[in-house]
């Protein structure tokens, strides 16, 4: 019985040291960051990974997603070019490593605050990776919420808020009253040209391409103009009302080919060319940078064959 439980340990210390040694060894250098202003008191970093939104009160600095890992030292110096004042809040929109992945080193300096599914994704499947290297360390989330959470300081609030299911099953859409403006996380991407919604359902993180729309519409209840996307630029409130219409003509174009009996390769074609899918060239497992949306289409067509 001892002898088994050491050998666990060991067995356990071994495997850590090796996702240690790959997450090192295979860990990108960070990319340039850059900072802008929005409205008012709020600011947006930019350049790798998510958008972060920096919000500037008198009693510290309420940062929405902390971008990857690597990121962190950069996020520090961005918000200090604008603000003494302290970070005190970081909330995120999901667990992805491009969004929250800088929650473990943010934790002994700001409370982090995410949706309870968000957090218990993190517990679940041990890794946040979108793009990072299996064996990136996590920083659970001290805080969550279920409907709703409101952080007040300096006299600003600022609303984080749950409509549903979409990007994952933990997708927090965080509300500044005040200046009338959202950041959606990857519920809503501000593209530019492009073919169609290059949108990722996480299906192993609960994400859901049925209710998307649903949630989008819950998102849209919110008195707003100005909207900091997952990815890309700053955007409206236009831009939220076409991106739902996109989806839903997506979701209704290939949930017709499933009920017609083409088959995932024919799907997935569509993906690829009208939507900027990536599958070429990516393997079915391990998780790959680019390549999970084509890795979770087992699941994409058992959900669009149940419509
Ligand atoms: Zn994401």
Redesign the pocket.
């Known amino acids: 019985m001892k002898r088994k439980t050491l050998g666990s340990i060991l067995l356990a210390a071994f495997l850590l040291q090796g996702a240690w040694v790959a997450y090192t060894q295979n860990q990108k250098p960070p990319g340039p960051l850059r900072i802008q202003k929005i409205k008012g008191d709020l600011f947006m970093i930019s350049g790798e990974g998510?958008n972060v939104a920096v919000y500037v009160t008198n009693e510290g600095v309420v940062l929405v997603d902390d971008m990857f890992d690597r990121n962190h030292a950069d996020i520090l110096t961005q918000v200090k070019s604008v603000t003494d004042k302290p970070l005190r809040y970081v909330i995120n929109t999901?667990q992805?490593d491009?969004?929250a992945g800088g929650d473990l080193k943010m934790l002994p300096i700001a409370e982090v605050i995410a949706h309870k599914n968000a957090r218990a994704n993190l517990v679940d499947i041990k890794q946040p990776y979108?793009e990072d290297t299996p064996g990136t360390p996590i920083g659970l989330p001290r805080v969550t919420f279920s409907d709703e959470l409101s952080v007040h300081l300096g006299g600003k609030e600022v609303r984080a808020k749950y409509f549903g299911r979409g990007?994952?099953s933990g997708d927090a859409v965080v509300y500044f009253p005040d200046l009338r403006v959202i950041h959606t996380?990857?519920l809503f991407l501000g593209q530019r040209g492009g073919k169609g919604p290059n949108i990722?359902v996480?299906y192993a993180q609960g994400g859901s391409f049925m209710d998307w729309t649903k949630t989008l519409d819950g998102v849209l209840t919110l008195d707003f103009d100005s909207v900091i996307p997952?990815h890309g630029p700053v955007s409206t409130k236009a831009d939220v009302i076409k991106f739902r219409a996109d989806v839903e003509t997506m979701r209704n174009r290939l949930a017709a080919m499933v009920r017609q009996g083409r088959n995932k390769p024919e799907v997935l074609k569509v993906l690829e060319d009208d939507y900027g899918w990536r599958s070429t060239g990516c393997p079915l497992t391990p998780p790959t940078a680019g390549c999970l949306q084509f890795q979770q289409s087992d699941a994409l067509m058992a959900e669009l064959a149940k419509n």
């Open positions: 998510g999901h992805h491009d969004h979108y990007h994952t996380g990857d990722y996480d997952g």
